[in-house]
């Protein structure tokens, strides 16, 4: 069963600086997302990525995310100067895309811890 | 942007009984689907349900769908205690460059 990978699992940071999580999607989806879940809140939409470039963001997406897919195969969200705040699950997601983001499958999420 | 909520926030019940649980959400949608989160897990996907349908089977899950009252029930018939997790709904809109909206879930706890 194909499945999106995430790395890390958990990584704890101190605030201002930087992290990339990485994910790996589904290697025939086109469609990428990536998703953070405060503890205990809903799941909230950060991205939606599609032929190299974000197809769409929400508010949270501000200049300090951004998103790139480096290889052909992973996918990667950067925040450049975490704050206390970007703590929470970040859960990355892929999609076939055909006529709608369809199912979308999420891996088993990053936590970011910021200190 | 439109979020699915959806009530009750958490629901307890006993195994072999039925759970429902509902979502509604604020503007037009092009399909709604429906998520299940075991604690501290990524997302599963359950059923995904298009704005012109009205109802729809998997299993022991039935969704219905009612565009008039934006309203959207799921229904898990004979839940056991392998169903305790939390479920969430989620919408997208055409145009919406193929993001989700997520409602704040319903969290079940099936007891044995």
């Known amino acids: 069963e194909p499945e999106v990978t995430q790395t890390p699992s958990h990584q704890v940071t101190q605030m201002g600086q930087e992290v990339i999580l990485r994910c790996v999607p589904i290697?025939?989806?086109?469609?990428f997302y990536w998703y953070r879940q405060i503890l205990g809140q809903k799941v909230e939409f950060l991205v939606s990525?599609?032929?190299?470039?974000?197809?769409?963001k929400s508010e949270i997406f501000d200049d300090q995310f951004s998103v790139e897919r480096p290889d052909g195969s992973n996918f990667t969200l950067k925040i450049r100067s975490t704050k206390l705040e970007d703590s929470a699950m970040y859960f990355c997601a892929s999609s076939a895309g055909q006529g709608g983001p369809g199912e979308l499958f999420f891996g088993e999420g990053s936590r970011l811890t910021v200190l | 942007s439109q979020q699915g909520e959806e009530d009750p926030q958490a629901l307890s019940i006993q195994e072999g009984e039925n759970a429902t649980m509902n979502c509604s959400y604020k503007?037009?949608?092009?399909?709604l689907q429906w998520y299940r989160q075991n604690s501290g897990r990524g997302l599963v996907h359950l059923i995904l349900i298009r704005s012109n349908e009205r109802e729809k089977h998997s299993g022991r899950l039935r969704v219905t769908l009612d565009t008039s009252k934006k309203s959207s029930s799921l229904l898990i018939t004979a839940s056991r205690a392998a169903d305790t997790a939390s479920y969430f709904c989620?919408?997208?809109?055409w145009g919406s460059g193929y993001a989700l909206n997520f409602g704040k879930g319903t969290s079940l706890l099936v007891t044995p």
């Open positions: 290697s025939n989806h086109l469609y």
């Open positions: 990525f599609y032929n190299n470039e974000i197809s769409e």
């Open positions: 989620a919408t997208d809109r």
């Open positions: 503007t037009s949608i092009n399909n």
